[in-house]
């Protein structure tokens, strides 16, 4: 079964850096875009950053622009997000998603196509 696994969350004070990471296995999903999104305690999942399936052209919430940064490694078929100046505002369970098309529109949770299991990103003021 195809999977994506995040990793790279953690515990970190404000102003701090992290990198995550969503590997997926052998080949699978190395010509989907792939999608970081996150979700807070009592908030809907939403969309932070997200990379089309060749790394040219990426995209950015309005709130993530700045501080965060998609790139991927497509030899190892894993996308990351950089996160610079973490905030308390930032704790949230981090997802990786991949849309069922090379390209997303990134308009929705409806795009995509499958979901790695999160990991945890907390700001610590």
């Known amino acids: 079964q195809a999977q994506l696994v995040e990793s790279g969350g953690g515990l970190v004070q404000a102003g701090g850096s992290l990198r995550l990471s969503c590997a997926a296995s052998g080949r699978t999903f190395s010509t989907n875009a792939r999608g970081w999104f996150r979700q807070a305690p009592g908030k809907e999942r939403e969309f932070v950053a997200g990379i089309s399936w060749s790394g040219g052209t990426t995209y950015y919430a309005d709130s993530a622009k700045g501080r965060f940064t998609i790139s991927r490694d497509s030899a190892k078929n894993t996308v990351y997000l950089q996160i610079n100046s973490l905030k308390p505002e930032d704790t949230a369970v981090y997802y990786c998603?991949?849309?069922?098309?090379?390209?997303?529109?990134?308009?929705?949770?409806?795009?995509?196509?499958?979901w790695g299991q999160g990991t945890q990103v907390t700001v610590s003021s």
């Open positions: 998603g991949a849309c069922a098309t090379p390209f997303c529109s990134w308009t929705g949770l409806a795009d995509i196509a499958a």
